[in-house]
């Protein structure tokens, strides 16, 4: 049997410079017709296979490669299609996948969450009454073929029946997630053999829910689902497995008649131990010695001893190279970054330097003199960081050194604040109000990289945004909106925007990643301690609170976020850099409130993203990031309101921590699951204010008043007239002004006849 001494589980799908995003949005707006947008992704596809075999990874993963989202492509592939986009049967058009990603005309989008912990969004399969499942798609053997057609040999990706069932949703309580794996499991079947026909030797199947707390049920699941997929003729199967440390489940996945593990060691590293304990000869085992979600080299001379050990325990045919996870979560090419600064450049390893950090690895143990330049140049960059005075700074040790337990507090119970906030805003019921950002459309966009790249000078740039700011005052006050908010015209992403004015980060090119569909974020890299040299967003906050009577939000990124949304430094605790920035958005905070803002945004979509997989790790991640939110917002008065946003999160597991947080008011994404995520804050009787979406923003249809209201009474069901706001669920960057207006005009015209309904 081949077993190769290098592997990948997966690769970034957007390509070096985004001409993914590109070609979906062409395709999107009309530009580009559907056989466009094919054909520059199996551009895309032919171009990342050759890099990673020329890299030295032996087999590649294929049908990693999605136009939008690989948990989409599997459940259009399997036929779970909702019956509201009128799917009749046979192969899923491309118009009806894009409609369950986006929405279309009266059928709302499918719900998104993130992906585990990170920053990801996958789209959440549907499990409806009566659905028939049957294979409706060959792209899982068609890439393969296209690969081998290339030349390379390559690993074939397919999302494993548990994790599929367990990730998904029923949406009717008849519906029993064991008889979904049931029907699902003749097609993984039928998928195998048709693998093994075009001559696939090897097939990843990812399982990462292993990665978490199983009920027994669900543990079950696995023992039917694997005794169904051993019967049959099929590849080797290389079970992955990543995020998290298995041990919990050890037993259970070496119990699946699996031919091969692979093991994130990035993450927990002990499993190693535990695996050697425990599984039986002949087992082929992967190891995840690379970040595959981070940007900093690996350290090679400490992977090659871990390296040794398995070998030792395992054989050297039977052990492999990898990184932790699918690339999907790095940028894809450090050659491109000329501009960085060159020595903490040099610190730093992306999608196809890892590839290579693999291949020097798995050479290494052979003791190969060939790299031993390579091991001596890596060894060097492992020594100038530790080495590096760039990293610490003494003044921001000190400070996190002198933070208390009454930094955190605020001065007075949030029921003191309410009343004191009520008289001093005077807002009517049930207020508007959106979330931060406005559309940031082709112009804003073009005048950015003009100032950028100096074709226009500072004057005239901060000339466009003034306008632009002045534009947005004016269109929220004509839409009647409550709290206004300045639109963000200079910000360039979230978390970005914050961490190019503050010490401590450095920022890449083309460092993107994809966020959801063709979204892509640049995350800022950390690389030494934060410091906030001057204010951030004093400026544009106070110059549009200038233009108007009403109130408008200062808006900022939460700790936590920045923190979540950031290549993160490896060198000292998390909790530790989360801290610093907690103390730099605290002094952004006091700087609003002192310039007059009464309302003060802290947007934490990333909290619940954080959480450790396994319960066991929670109560230390929610005591500091919940820690960390209450520095950056407790040194205000009682009259001044802090809002928090959340995106996609599943609340019900940290409704405590959400409470312990004591914002005064939370907004949250709540139109795709229809409120059902209110549940959680009426079991606890949640006693701040809440602002559930009452409208999606990641889709371009605009909601009727119609719907927007039923989504409003509902929420009304689990919340007082006092605690609620009502708003979009997220930032509008990514929208268009023509839908901006109708549908926020829609949502104030709603507020209206619900808060006159209230009245009689």
């Not at 899923?92 to 993130?114: D, I, N, P």
């Not at 921590?657 to 005064?664: E, G, L, P």
Request: hydrophobic letters at 40%.
């Amino acid at each position: 049997m081949n077993f190769p001494k290098t592997g990948n589980l997966g690769f970034p799908r957007m390509g070096a410079r985004r001409e993914l995003k590109f070609a979906l949005e062409g395709f999107w707006s009309g530009k580009h017709d559907e056989a466009e947008l094919r054909s520059v992704a199996a551009e895309l596809r032919r171009t990342h296979w050759k890099m990673q075999y020329e890299a030295g990874i032996v087999t590649p993963p294929s049908n990693d490669f999605s136009l939008y989202d690989h948990v989409l492509d599997l459940a259009t592939a399997v036929g779970a299609v909702p019956r509201r986009f009128g799917h009749t049967g046979g192969r899923v058009s491309l118009a009806t996948y894009f409609a369950m990603a986006r929405g279309s005309g009266g059928a709302t989008a499918m719900e998104m969450t993130k992906w585990f912990d990170t920053n990801y969004h996958y789209v959440v399969p549907e499990f409806e009454p009566e659905m028939q499942y049957e294979l409706l798609s060959t792209k899982i053997v068609d890439e393969y073929l296209e690969a081998r057609e290339q030349g390379i040999e390559t690993r074939p990706v397919l999302l494993g029946p548990v994790s599929f069932v367990l990730l998904g949703k029923p949406t009717d309580e008849s519906i029993d997630r064991r008889d979904v794996l049931l029907a699902l499991l003749p097609i993984y079947v039928e998928i195998l053999q048709r693998l093994r026909n075009a001559g696939a030797e090897w097939v990843q199947i990812d399982e990462p829910c292993l990665g978490l707390d199983l009920s027994d049920e669900s543990q079950s699941y696995y023992g039917a689902a694997y005794e169904a997929l051993r019967k049959s003729p099929r590849p080797n199967i290389m079970l992955a497995t990543y995020f998290a440390d298995i041990a919990q489940n050890l037993n259970l996945a070496l119990e699946l008649g699996v031919e091969g593990l692979h093991l994130d060691m990035v993450r927990a590293p002990q499993q190693l131990a535990a695996l050697s304990a425990k599984s039986k000869d002949g087992l082929f085992v992967s190891l995840g010695l690379i970040d595959g979600r981070n940007v900093w080299k690996a350290d090679l001379q400490k992977a090659a001893t871990v390296l040794r050990e398995a070998i030792a325990r395992f054989g050297a045919d039977k052990v492999q190279v990898a990184p932790s996870c699918s690339l999907l979560h790095t940028p894809v090419d450090l050659d491109l970054e000329v501009k960085m600064d060159p020595e903490i450049r040099s610190w730093m390893a992306f999608a196809k330097q890892k590839l290579s950090e693999s291949a020097v690895l798995a050479k290494a143990i052979d003791d190969d003199d060939s790299i031993v330049n390579e091991l001596n140049i890596n060894a060097a960059a492992m020594d100038s960081r530790r080495r590096s005075p760039r990293i610490h700074k003494e003044k921001v040790l000190q400070r996190v050194d002198s933070v208390d337990s009454s930094m955190l507090e605020r001065t007075s119970p949030y029921a003191v604040r309410h009343q004191q906030q009520a008289q001093a805003l005077k807002l009517p019921c049930l207020p508007t109000t959106t979330i931060g950002s406005f559309p940031q459309t082709a112009e804003v966009r073009k005048m950015r990289a003009s100032f950028r790249s100096g074709k226009i000078d500072a004057a005239s740039y901060k000339g466009f945004l003034e306008s632009e700011t002045e534009r947005c005052i004016r269109f929220q006050e004509q839409a009647g909106i409550d709290v206004l908010v300045h639109g963000e015209f200079e910000r360039n992403d979230m978390v970005e925007y914050f961490g190019e004015q503050l010490d401590g980060f450095v920022f890449s090119e083309y460092g993107w990643v994809q966020s959801y569909g063709s979204r892509c974020v640049k995350p800022p890299i950390i690389y030494g301690d934060v410091a906030r040299p001057k204010p951030m967003t004093l400026g544009w906050s106070s110059y549009a609170q200038s233009l108007t009577p009403l109130p408008v939000k200062g808006m900022l990124t939460g700790p936590v976020t920045i923190l979540q949304w950031s290549f993160v430094r490896d060198d000292q605790p998390r909790s530790q850099t989360c801290r610093q920035i907690a103390l730099a958005i605290r002094d952004e905070v006091r700087d609003l409130e002192a310039a007059g803002l009464k309302i003060i945004q802290i947007d934490e979509p990333a909290i619940r993203e954080g959480l450790p997989l396994r319960r066991a790790d929670w109560p230390v991640y929610l005591a500091w990031s919940v820690d960390a939110f209450r520095l950056a917002a407790s040194g205000v008065a009682d009259t001044t309101q802090i809002h928090t946003h959340m995106c996609y999160s599943e609340f019900n597991d940290m409704m405590d921590a959400i409470v312990r947080m004591d914002a005064d008011v939370i907004s949250i994404e709540c139109s795709r699951s229809r409120m059902e995520l209110l549940d959680a804050f009426k079991r606890v009787r949640y006693p701040n204010g809440i602002g559930p979406g009452v409208y999606d923003i990641h889709s371009p249809r605009v909601p009727a008043k119609g719907e927007m209201e039923g989504l409003l009474c509902k929420a009304l069901e689990v919340l007082s007239p006092e605690q609620l706001w009502v708003n979009p669920d997220c930032g509008l960057k990514t929208r268009g002004w023509e839908e901006v207006g109708q549908a926020l005009a829609n949502m104030v015209q709603t507020a209206k006849r619900v808060r006159q309904s209230l009245a009689k």
